[in-house]
């Protein structure tokens, strides 16, 4: 059964520190993005990768961090530098060629 | 970069009736626009897309159209029915150099249809 997979549904973290989500997918992509989605807004790129060993900032990156070293596995670190990290993250991924993006169902993070 | 405006924000329709969506972009350059279905607590879901050398396209209930002289496009949803109530969101998007491509989304459409 293809597809992508986010771990955990919620986390709760403590003000300070560093949280990392998981994003894996079996579907062959080279291409993985992860956004944030705010109440009321639409989804904001974080950090995407194109390939294995190699990730480019998107549009927020401030406060993140990422790691692509299978090609399966694209996990998102939530920083203690992140001003306003709850929010609602999710992952994609594409294939060459092919311009849709399939999101996973989200990790819902709240910090304290 | 890349801005998408949509509208309305929020959007109530009768069971049967028709629902309208519009968005607009910024970027002459972008040549892909999907239209997602995002239900409470889920990750979005594609529903319909159009490229940029298409005027329309129909997927049963649901068809888009865009006016690339206008930057604007629209979803359509005909015979609305109490499962089309979810949040849409539009998206206008740019392919990466090296491959994938960049999704720059509207602020969301709240979809509610009543009985």
């Known amino acids: 059964d293809g597809g992508i997979t986010q771990s955990p549904k919620y986390l709760f973290r403590k003000e300070g520190q560093n949280v990392t989500l998981s994003c894996e997918q079996n579907?062959?992509?080279?291409?993985m993005y992860w956004y944030r989605q705010d109440p009321g807004q639409g989804l904001r790129l974080i950090y995407y990768s194109q390939i294995v060993n190699d990730f480019q900032k998107g549009d927020i990156a401030e406060g993140y961090s990422v790691s692509r070293e299978k090609k399966e596995s694209f996990p998102l670190t939530v920083t203690s530098a992140q001003k306003n990290p709850t929010a609602f993250y999710l992952c994609a991924s594409s294939s060459p060629g092919d311009d849709e993006q399939y999101f996973g169902p989200g990790t819902r993070l709240t910090v304290t | 970069g890349e801005n998408v405006e949509q509208h309305p924000s929020t959007l109530s329709v009768q069971e049967g009736d028709s629902a309208v969506i519009k968005c607009t972009y910024s970027d002459s350059a972008s040549n892909y626009f999907p239209w997602y279905k995002q239900e409470l607590g889920k990750g979005p879901q594609l529903i319909i897309d159009?490229?940029?050398?298409?005027g329309e396209k129909k997927d049963q209930r649901i068809a888009v159209t865009l006016n690339k002289t206008a930057k604007h496009f629209s979803l359509h949803i005909t015979e609305t029915q109490p499962e089309d109530s979810a949040v849409y969101f539009c998206a206008a998007s740019n392919a990466f150099t090296g491959g994938g491509n960049k999704l720059t989304f509207g602020t969301g459409t709240q979809l509610k249809v009543e009985l």
């Open positions: 579907l062959n992509h080279d291409a």
């Open positions: 159009i490229r940029s050398n298409v």
